[in-house]
């Protein structure tokens, strides 16, 4: 069973489009995240949410967007996509008040051309 | 600010022992983690240590924590082949409020020679 899984596991698209990456969780977290990990490996967060709260990195533009339908999914939504938003963008999801371990998705690996 | 510094790259032999260490500057970290990344691979959380805990092990991994100096290290027993990976350090700053995320170091390449 997949713990965290996400959709789709590669995207390449063209500058200026709007794309979609969809994740879920089947651990029954209450908090999920998106990070983004660039050509060098540095990894970053971007938002963490929780059904109370939307806690946004300052750095993300607002192009960006997260969505969650429900408890177990948290989508990113990215608009006016460019060459620089490519990159591999990984969710992750986590109990607060259970030591807040996140566990990861196998990441989206995004493409910008 | 929240900092987490790792060196770059680790070169060991087959068999011998692996250190990774990482500094952090945030002290009011409660937890710190080791996530592996295989090549074309997402984070596998490896192991994690409370703020209060001075070490944990667990099979060939070894956690040590120094909170006084801020230092987090992961000692591998016996590298593999299979342990070629990139390592990252991260701290979290739960409050118990909400989750602000995980902050990562840049990641330690760590590469076995035959």
Known sequence: DTAVSQTPKYLVTQMGNDKSIKCEQNLGHDTMYWYKQDSKKFLKIMFSYNNKELIINETVPNRFSPKSPDKAHLNLHINSLELGDSAVYFCASSQVGGGDTQYFGPGTRLTVL | ?114
């Open chain 2, 1 to 114: 600010g929240e900092d987490v510094e790792q060196s770059l790259f680790l070169s060991v032999r087959e068999g011998d022992s692996s250190v990774i260490n990482c500094t952090y500057t945030d002290s009011s970290s409660t937890y710190l983690y080791w996530y592996k990344q295989e090549p074309g691979a997402g984070l596998q959380l490896l192991t994690y240590i409370f703020s209060n805990m001075d070490m944990k092990q667990d099979q060939r991994l070894t956690v040590l924590l120094n909170k006084k100096d801020k230092h987090l290290s992961l000692r591998i027993a016996d590298t593999q082949t299979g342990d070629s990976a990139i390592y990252f350090c991260a701290e979290s700053m739960y409050s118990g409020g909400g989750a602000d995320g995980l902050t990562f170091g840049k990641g330690t390449h760590l590469i076995i020679q035959p």
